[in-house]
């Protein structure tokens, strides 16, 4: 096979298909559509999908992998659910963001407009293969999606179902492409095609994410890591406290949005972290500790230097006392990933200044960080969770995948 060729002509195909003004009854009703579809074969995905397991268990991966890998029919009907949300949503397209007209009569508009051809590179989650479309499809953008080969089979049967559905509803033929091949070099050859592709966004590990940011001649818009934090403060109430601590780490240990790190102040710690970390190691969580935190609780490992910057995406929890709030938003400057970071506190002062001084793309104040999702924040589902600043942040949902244009209607004007 000819690497170059193969994904030159995925890319052409989608730079050509002209997705950009379908309308929008089109549109949406492609996706529900594709709902429909991916729900009437349920069985047949989770057919593909057990291949996928299977291979995983045989190359031993890990259990959190083999978890964001695994599609179940609560999982399928989600994937659909997020589809149909997306297709309720206002089309971004074509909304004018503001407008004004000028002493010599011009009438100047910033208009919305698609990105144009978004390049989607995933590892693990297949139901990301069903996000992407939905979100591309909806703000008008033509798709070239790569998934991991960990996933092959899965995805494979939802682009093909999926493509389908999409083109037998009117749209554009070509605006879906998904790479069916997972030899590793199609990455680089699709990251090089800037006259094809406008943006690329991966969604991965850090090794994926730094190899492309440093070898794409095309934009990118990263999904950061997540080493997520939970404060919980001196005036913290300790029930709440418990309950979304526990919820943050436990609840899907092995997505980027649960909690790594967390921060005890020095006043409630020997309050809070006794029934706290019993209830973790009732849910098999390994602890690592600071030298504080095993003067409180005996039998937990030592946390090192590497561990408060470490994503596990795992049942493993780094703990560590605080002297005060400024203590706390200092470790979470210099460790954290910019991605969700939480406070646990009933002081209103205290709250309002961790929300406004932590420089993380979603703050919560008394509430778990695995909110921190396209569907759960009201955007139908999500292409990624930026941690970056540029363009856009945070979850990524149909206004982050568009850019705009200025549309000016005159008169005949023209400049002195």
């Not at 998934?147 to 509803?169: P, V």
């Not at 029930?239 to 790594?260: H, L, T």
């Not at 960080?369 to 990624?384: K, P, Q, S, V, W």
């Amino acid at each position: 096979m000819n690497i170059r060729n193969y994904i030159l002509k995925k890319a052409e195909k989608a730079k050509n298909a002209r997705l950009g003004w379908t309308p929008s009854d089109i549109k949406n009703q492609a996706l529900l559509n594709i709902a429909d579809d991916i729900l009437e074969n349920s069985e047949k995905i989770i057919s593909e999908n057990l291949k996928d397991i299977k291979n995983a268990e045989k190359k031993k991966l890990s259990v959190s992998l083999i978890d964001r890998l695994r599609l179940n029919n609560k999982r399928i009907r989600s994937m659909a659910d997020g589809l149909r949300q997306v297709a309720r949503l206002p089309d971004p397209v074509g909304e004018v963001i503001e407008g004004t007209e000028r002493p010599n009569g011009l009438v100047i508009e910033k208009v919305r407009v698609p990105l144009g051809v978004i390049g989607i590179i995933y590892e693990s989650r297949p139901n990301v293969t069903a996000d992407s479309v939905g979100l591309c499809l909806k703000s008008g953008n033509c798709m070239v999606l790569r998934g991991g080969s960990e996933a092959i089979n899965s995805n494979k049967i939802l682009a093909e179902i999926i493509c389908a559905s999409a083109y037998a509803s009117g749209i554009p033929e070509g605006s879906i492409q998904f790479i069916d091949k997972t030899d590793r070099k199609i990455i680089l050859q699709m990251i090089q095609l800037a006259e094809y592709i406008d943006c690329i966004i991966p969604r991965g590990g850090a090794g994926l994410i730094e190899y492309i940011r440093k070898n794409s001649s095309i934009p990118v818009i990263a999904h950061g890591k997540g080493v997520c934090h939970t404060f919980v403060d001196r005036d913290a109430d300790i029930e709440k406290a418990v309950k979304i601590s526990f919820n943050a780490k436990v609840q899907r240990p092995g997505v980027c949005n649960a909690m790594e790190t967390l921060l005890v102040h020095r006043n409630i710690a020997e309050r809070f972290l006794p029934s706290m970390i019993s209830k973790y190691k009732a849910a098999g969580v390994e602890i690592r500790g600071c030298k504080n935190t095993k003067k409180i609780i005996s039998g937990i490992k030592s946390a090192t230097e590497k561990d408060w910057s470490a994503e596990y995406l795992d049942l493993v929890l780094s703990v560590k006392i605080v002297d005060s709030i400024d203590d706390a938003i200092a470790h979470i400057e210099k460790y954290g990933s910019h991605h969700s970071d939480a406070i646990i506190t009933e002081n209103e002062d205290s709250a309002e200044r961790f929300l406004k001084e932590v420089d993380s793309s979603s703050v919560y104040w008394n509430a778990s960080t695995r909110f921190t999702d396209g569907g759960e924040f009201g955007l139908g589902a999500e292409i990624g969770i930026s941690t970056q600043k540029m363009h856009a942040r945070g979850p990524m949902g149909l206004k982050e995948l568009t850019s705009y244009k200025f549309v000016i209607r005159g008169n005949g004007q023209i400049r002195e």
